[in-house]
């Protein structure tokens, strides 16, 4: 029908599409005009950041810090390459063995009102 329309304009029928294509393009038109405007953020109408889903992510950077319990562990570790400081190095930042943390994440939650132990 649209190649009969090219040859012979006016002759064909032309059926409206309803008011739901335009209602959708009307809606994103307004939608642009407050965002280039100001009066709306991405954030605003994008809730769950999906916006970003196709944007390539940094690549994760892990950094580890090495702290050696005595000065003859930081000795030995430096005469290989290592590069260490102890725990008194450190101060004022505490820092506790890996068996405390687990004592405290074990205690994590619990409520002996509710019998969570």
């Known amino acids: 029908q649209v190649d009969e329309e090219y040859r012979n304009p006016h002759t064909v029928d032309r ?3 309803g008011k739901l294509p335009h209602m959708w393009g009307q809606s994103l038109y307004i939608l642009g005009c407050l965002m280039a405007e100001g009066f709306l953020a991405p954030g605003e109408i994008d ?3 999906r916006r970003f889903a196709t944007v390539p992510k940094p690549d994760v950077v ?3 810090c090495i702290l050696a319990e005595t000065e003859g562990i930081k000795a030995i570790l430096q005469k ?3 590069d260490v400081e102890t725990v008194a190095d450190v101060y ?6 890996a068996r405390i943390l ?8 619990e409520l002996s009102s509710l019998l969570l132990q």
């Open 15 to 17: 059926v409206p599409m």
């Open 47 to 49: 809730p769950l950041n």
């Open 62 to 64: 892990v950094q580890v």
């Open 80 to 82: 290989e390459g290592v």
């Open 92 to 97: 004022p930042i505490r820092v506790q063995p």
């Open 102 to 109: 687990s004592h405290i994440y074990a205690r994590l939650g």
